[in-house]
């Protein structure tokens, strides 16, 4: 590997926010070359100082430790409740060299169950709106965002899709468009802490430290999200409401939390269930067409295949290889049409020799994101329902967020790769 290989993300960095630029509603009005340099050197300090200090990677590292304890404890509860399939020991002799089979539905989507329950408990003992509002505050000072901004950001490290409006519900009527954006893209770009242990748990055997690796992720994201919004819908004015907003989310009590947190985990257990069962179906639908033209070199042609070849240069940009890049652009192409946790699952049973150790590392931080098809619906629903004067300006957002968010991924997966050197 080269010198000059090793920098290749600064090529997608550049194209990423001369599309954003490109694409704004208003090219004159976007921020200064100061304010732009600063919200990139931040993304690399984070990134620098998390990977490459080992004192904050092995504090990191702890999560992951909690993860495993978790993933202990849910077994527990999902062995008593599915038998072998959730977990607990087979009532039969496998074939020599056999490994217990990995049922999904019932080993790993209950840890979803889980942490939206512990998550609800955390935020009721005050300990996770202590973190949202440490967040916020640090955006608001560093970036200059305003305090609903900075709030919004906090929050979708730990909260869903559909949780994390629900905390700026109070304020959705009267923030500005570009602010509405910018907390839209902040939530396609990022994924909440259920989702997080999800992924992570089942790209444990392929990436180690899965869960401090997503984790950076999602804080590297932060700042990008909030430029590339910036970019793409400007402030119509100079921005000075920086006053910290509260969050609007609350629970009666330590048992009323986990109550309400444990139905909404069950939720979206279901809600991640019926997404893979149907995004499976139409893959193969799709691929059963595709398998009715001629075959191509290398092969019948499949929708994974179309993707990694649309999204290769993109892929290489960011720093892969080429030789690796049309499997990586698959990888992002399922992400960002269909489902990250799809991809993953892809990601985890890719073929060994597939992706080199940095490029592993590099896409795994690209797919860290919730920006995919379904996610639009979800926000503009979820908003338009908190807010309906605002129903006909969040669903002109919703794909432009969608964009926004992938790109935003792509550059995290840049950054890593500019302080990633194996």
């Known amino acids: 590997m080269t010198v000059l ?5 600064l090529i997608g960095i550049t ?5 954003a630029w490109g694409l704004s509603e208003d090219r004159r009005a976007r921020p200064g070359w100061r304010w732009i340099a600063g919200a990139l050197l931040m993304q690399l300090a984070i990134a620098l100082v998390v990977t490459r200090v080992p004192i904050v990677w092995t504090m990191v590292g702890y ?7 978790i993933e202990k404890a849910t077994l527990v ?5 599915f038998g072998y399939t959730g977990g607990a020991p087979i009532p039969f002799v496998l074939k020599p060299g056999a490994e217990q089979p990995v049922v999904v539905a019932f080993q790993i989507l209950p840890l979803i169950i889980v942490f939206s329950a512990i998550s609800a408990l955390l935020w009721y003992w005050g300990v996770l709106r202590a973190a949202v509002r440490g967040l916020s505050w640090a955006l608001q000072r560093t970036l200059g965002v305003s305090g609903v901004v900075g709030l919004g950001a906090g929050a979708t490290l730990f909260l869903g899709v559909v949780e994390s409006p629900l905390v700026l519900r109070a304020w959705f009527g009267r923030m500005t468009r570009s602010d509405l954006f910018m907390i839209m893209v902040l939530i396609m770009a990022t994924i909440s802490g259920a989702i997080l242990i999800l992924y992570a748990t089942t790209l444990s055997r392929t990436v180690p430290n899965a869960v401090g690796h997503m984790i950076v992720a999602s804080l590297i994201s932060l700042p990008a999200a909030i430029l590339v919004a910036r970019l793409m819908v400007p402030p119509s004015e ?3 409401d920086t006053t910290p907003a ?7 009590s330590s048992m009323g939390a986990v109550i309400q947190g444990t139905m909404e985990g069950v939720k979206l257990v279901l809600a991640v269930i019926g997404i893979i069962i149907v995004v499976f179906a139409l893959v193969n639908l799709v691929d059963q067409a595709l398998a009715l033209l001629p075959f191509v070199d290398g092969g019948p042609l499949t929708l994974r295949r179309m993707l990694g070849w649309l999204l290769a240069p993109a892929m290489w940009a960011i720093g892969v290889p080429w030789d690796q890049a049309p499997a990586a652009g698959a990888l992002m192409g399922t992400k960002a049409i269909l489902n990250e946790y799809v991809a993953y699952l892809d990601l985890a049973a890719i073929p060994a020799g597939t992706l080199d150790p940095r490029s592993l590392v590099i896409v795994t931080y690209a797919l860290c994101g919730v920006a ?10 979820t908003v338009a329902t908190l807010s309906p004067e605002r129903r006909t300006e969040v669903g002109a957002l919703g794909m432009k967020s969608w964009l926004a968010g992938n790109m935003v991924s792509m550059m995290t997966g840049a950054v890593i790769g500019l302080v990633t050197w194996i």
Do not use: K, R
């Open 238 to 240: 100079t921005i000075d």
């Open 246 to 252: 509260e969050p609007d989310l609350s629970y009666e």
């Open 77 to 81: 509860g999902s062995s008593y409740m």
């Open 15 to 19: 194209l990423i926010l001369a599309v």
């Open 5 to 9: 290989h090793n920098f290749q993300g």
């Open 63 to 69: 999560a992951n430790s909690a993860v495993t304890a």
């Open 372 to 381: 995919n098809l379904a996610s639009v619906g979800l926000i503009v629903s």
